[in-house]
DNA sequence: ACCTGAACACCGTTCAAGT
DNA sequence: ACCTGAACACCGTTCAAGT
C-alpha cells in the first residue's frame, strides 16, 4: 500500500535527496495525530509540520485515506513480534490483544485510525498470522482459529474506540449521571459507578477473559448445526 | 440531547407551522445517510433534503455532531423493549446483541454513526438497562453486569464496524488473498478463506459464543486481585 | 524528479436581515 | 418565531509551471 504509492528514487547520490519521503511523512503524520487529534489531521497542517506545500504530499500518497492507512499500518509494528514461548496459548492470546490495544492506545484518536482504514502492510497480517498461530498451535481447527481472531480484533477495535473517546469527552460520565432520573433505569442506576469508570484497563481484562473463558470451553464441530436453529432477523427476511 | 436543543413550539394553532423540525429533520438525515453513506452526508444535502437553506438547520442542531448523535440515538429505537421472558439467559443476552447489531446494520455506516457519538437518550439508555437487566437478574453483581454489558457492547460496535467497511470496500478480501506471497504467513494462509468469508452472521455468532460462554462459567469475586498482576504496558508507565 | 502556486469544488458554521 | 442570503474560514484534490 504505502509501498505501491512510493515513487521512483534515483539512484544514490543522483539528483537532488527529496525534502519529503514517505515514511518521514507517516511519523510527523503520527506526531500531529497524537497532538492534536484526528478531526486536525489535515493534508494542509501535515504539509506545514512537514515544511512543504499542500499538493506535494500528493506525490507520496494518492489520496488522504492513503496516509492514513500509512499510519494505521505503522501502529501496530512490533505486534507481531514471536511470543515468549514460556506462556500457554490463553496467556498468548491475552498478549496478543493487550498489544494491539496499546498500539491504538498509543496515539490520540488511534483505534478510530484502524476502524477508518483497512491495512493490508507486513504489520497487520503478521499481527494476525501470529494470532491465527497460537489458536492454530492450540488445538483449535483453521475456521475456529480464524472466527476467533477476528472476534477478538473487533473486541479490541471497539473497547479502545469507546476508551478514547472517553478520553476525549471527560464530561459524558456526569452527563450520564444527570439523565440518570430516580426511578427509570433502575438496573443502570444500580450499575451507573462501575459503567461510568475510568478504570479501562480492568473493563479491557474483563471482556478478553470473557472471550478466552469461551474459548476454552469451546468445543469444535456443530457450530453451524447448532446456530443454524437461531438465525438473526436479518438473515431471515 | 435532541430534547434539549428542540426549539420553542408555539400553541398549537398560533403562528405559522415550522417547515423543519429535528424529528423530521433525522429522519431525512437517516434516510440520506442509508442512501449515500456517512461521508456523503453533509449539512447542505441534507438542507436540501428537507427543502430548506443550511443555515436553518442550526436551529434544531447546534452543530453537526449534535445531528449524528440524534440520529445515533433514533437508530436504537426498540432495542430496550422488554425480552420474551420464556428465554433463559444467555438466550436474552445474544437476543440484545442481535438487536444492537441489527439496528446499525439497518442504514448504511450506521455502526460508524453510532461509534462516534455519544448518546444519552431514552433508547440507548433503555437498551443498556435492559441489558444490565437481564445479567443481574441472572445472578451476576453489578459490577460483573456492568463490565460485561461493556464487553458486548464494544464487541457489537467494533464487529458491525468491519462487517459494514467490507460492505463498502468489496474488493478488500482479493487484496488480502493478494498480499499472501507463498511462504509468508502461514497461518493467514490456511485461514484465508474463513477470514475473508462475507458470513458475518456467522462470524458474528461465534464471537458471541465466546462472550456468553465466558459468563456461563465466569466465578465471581478474585478478579481484580487476580488481574492486578499483569497490568498492561500502558499503565505501567 | 520533485516541488510550488494557484485554483476548483466543496465543507461546517455564523449572523444580519427579512417575514 | 422561523427561515433566507450571504459570508467566513476552512477543507481535499488537481495540475500547469518552475527548477
Redesign the interface.
Known amino acids: 500500500m504505502a509501498t505501491s504509492s512510493t515513487p521512483q528514487r534515483a539512484g544514490p547520490g543522483r539528483g537532488r535527496p527529496p525534502r519529503l519521503d514517505a515514511a518521514r511523512t507517516v511519523d510527523v503524520a503520527l506526531a500531529l495525530l497524537d497532538e492534536a487529534g484526528l478531526d486536525a489531521l489535515t493534508m494542509r497542517r501535515l504539509a506545514d509540520a512537514v515544511g512543504a506545500q499542500v499538493g506535494a504530499l500528493y506525490r507520496y500518497f494518492a489520496t488522504k485515506q492513503d496516509l492514513l492507512t500509512a499510519m494505521a499500518e505503522r501502529m501496530l509494528a512490533g505486534c507481531g513480534d514471536p511470543l515468549p514461548s514460556h506462556e500457554n496459548w490463553p496467556g498468548q492470546v491475552?498478549e496478543m490483544a493487550?498489544r494491539m490495544?496499546?498500539a491504538l492506545?498509543r496515539y490520540q484518536d488511534g483505534a478510530?485510525v484502524f476502524?477508518g482504514t483497512?491495512a493490508?502492510g507486513v504489520n497487520t497480517?503478521?499481527f494476525?498470522?501470529?494470532l491465527?498461530?497460537v489458536l492454530?498451535g492450540a488445538g483449535f481447527a483453521?475456521?475456529?482459529?480464524?472466527?476467533?481472531?477476528?472476534?477478538i480484533?473487533?473486541?479490541?477495535?471497539?473497547?479502545t474506540?469507546?476508551e478514547q473517546?472517553a478520553d476525549a469527552?471527560p464530561q459524558?460520565g456526569p452527563?450520564?449521571e444527570s439523565?440518570?432520573e430516580p426511578g427509570?433505569?433502575?438496573?443502570?442506576t444500580?450499575?451507573r459507578h462501575?459503567?461510568t469508570s475510568a478504570d479501562f484497563?480492568?473493563?479491557?481484562?474483563?471482556?478478553l477473559?470473557?472471550?478466552?473463558?469461551?474459548?476454552?470451553?469451546?468445543e469444535p464441530g456443530r457450530?453451524?448445526l447448532h446456530?443454524a436453529t437461531?438465525?438473526?432477523?436479518?438473515?431471515q427476511r
Open positions: 491475552a493487550e490495544r496499546n492506545l478510530r476502524a483497512h493490508v497480517l503478521s494476525s498470522d501470529t491465527v498461530g492454530r483453521d475456521e475456529d482459529a480464524a472466527r476467533a481472531t477476528f472476534a480484533v473487533s473486541f479490541v477495535i471497539g473497547h474506540l469507546e473517546a469527552y459524558d452527563l450520564l439523565a440518570l427509570a433505569f433502575p438496573h443502570l444500580a450499575a462501575t459503567l484497563g480492568t473493563h479491557f481484562r474483563f471482556g477473559k470473557l472471550i478466552i473463558t469461551g474459548l476454552r470451553h469451546h457450530q453451524d446456530n437461531r438465525l438473526s432477523r436479518r438473515e
